[in-house]
């Protein structure tokens, strides 16, 4: 059974820094995109950042302030530098795992953490 298991979060004044962690276990061949999400109440789940590869993207409200990268063992990070209140939400881990039994790509998503930018 795959999981993603993040880590990290929390309270933070603003322009303060915070760095989230997701580490995928399990059983699977290969991981293509692994990406970070955030929400909040009401509203639309919204990409953050990915990683593909080399290849990196991000939100316009976040670049310049918010760092993704990836390691070898499957696990992704999100610095998060200069955090404004509207940063505040719940963050969720996404990856597209191949796993041995789905005979492609399926999207996988982490339980959550919670953010809060506030003084």
């Known amino acids: 059974q795959v999981q993603l298991v993040e880590s990290g979060g929390g309270l933070v004044q603003p322009g303060g820094s915070l760095s989230l962690s997701c580490a995928a276990s399990?059983?699977?061949?290969?991981?293509?995109?692994m990406g970070w999400y955030r929400q909040n109440p009401g509203k639309k789940r919204e990409l953050v950042a990915t990683?593909?590869?080399?290849?990196t993207t991000y939100a316009d409200s976040v670049k310049g302030r918010f760092t993704i990268s990836r390691d070898t063992k499957n696990t992704v990070y999100l610095q998060m530098n200069s955090l404004k209140p509207e940063d505040t939400a719940v963050y969720y881990c996404?990856?597209?795992?191949?796993?041995?039994?789905?005979?492609?790509?399926?999207?996988?998503w982490g339980q959550g953490t919670q953010v809060t930018v506030s003084s």
């Open positions: 996404k990856a597209d795992i191949w796993t041995t039994d789905s005979g492609g790509y399926n999207d996988y």
């Open positions: 399990g059983t699977f061949f290969s991981i293509y995109t």
């Open positions: 990683v593909t590869g080399g290849t």
